[in-house]
């Protein structure tokens, strides 16, 4: 699986928007970005996913770059419930071999401060 | 609709002992993944099964194994277990296998501690 890399840590303060930024240097064509987040003593949950276009839903805004060696999660308006550990996850197309498998990095913890 | 239930929310072992963990996924979803985690290494992908078949495998030793029900249910058992297999057991369901687009809805997780 191609790998991502994250800061391990970011701050932001409450309703401030937030841009989480992951580096996929090693993408392929057919690797589709994925967002999942983990809030404190929960299951991770999905956040958003993209292929080449940003992509916008109710949680936040993906951000891709035009060469797809890196991405951005855009969340508009902090709340002190987004404070989680957020994970870029790089899929591969459907068919291949990597199925459901998600392949979690160490993510970014993102503090919110009231 | 529900979601994914897994049980037991917590579970206390000895080393050398077996245990067995349980997952429902959401219903009409046949996809069910399982995941380790804990504080080292971060989240892990053990197996996953559709239609009552493994789809895909971790690097996990063979003491780890896996199966799914007709009504796709999933439980995972850990046998012989030792010290270093503590940590929160996370089950996933997707409603169908692999796919990009399929979306994992992850239970609460099972916290087991090995003693």
């Known amino acids: 699986d191609a790998k991502t890399t994250q800061p391990n840590s970011m701050e932001s303060n409450e309703e401030e928007p937030v841009h989480l930024p992951c580096n996929h240097s090693t993408i392929s064509g057919t690797d589709y970005i994925h967002w999942y987040r983990q809030l404190p003593s929960q299951g991770p949950e999905y956040v958003i996913h993209g292929l080449t276009s940003n992509v916008n839903n109710r949680m936040a805004s993906l951000a891709i770059a035009e060469d797809r060696k890196s991405s951005t999660l855009i969340l508009h308006r902090a709340t002190l419930r987004d404070a989680a550990v957020y994970y870029c996850i790089l899929r591969a197309n459907a068919g291949g071999t990597s199925y459901g498998k998600l392949t979690f990095g160490q993510g970014t913890i993102l503090t919110v401060h009231p | 609709k529900a979601g994914v239930t897994q049980t037991p929310r917590y579970l206390i072992k000895t080393r050398g002992q077996q245990v067995t963990l349980s997952c429902s996924p959401i219903s009409g979803h046949r996809s069910v993944s399982w995941y380790q985690q804990t504080p080292g290494q971060g989240l892990q992908f053990l197996f996953e099964?559709?239609?009552?078949?493994?789809?895909n495998k971790g690097n996990f030793p063979g003491r780890f194994s896996g199966r799914q029900f007709s009504n796709s249910r999933s439980e995972m058992n850990v046998s012989t277990l030792e010290l270093g297999d503590s940590a929160l057991y996370l089950c996933?369901?997707?409603?169908?296998?692999?796919?990009?687009?399929?979306?994992?809805?992850f239970g609460p997780g099972t916290r087991l501690t090995v003693l």
């Open positions: 996933a369901s997707s409603l169908a296998a692999g796919g990009t687009y399929n979306e994992q809805f």
């Open positions: 099964y559709f239609s009552e078949t493994q789809r």
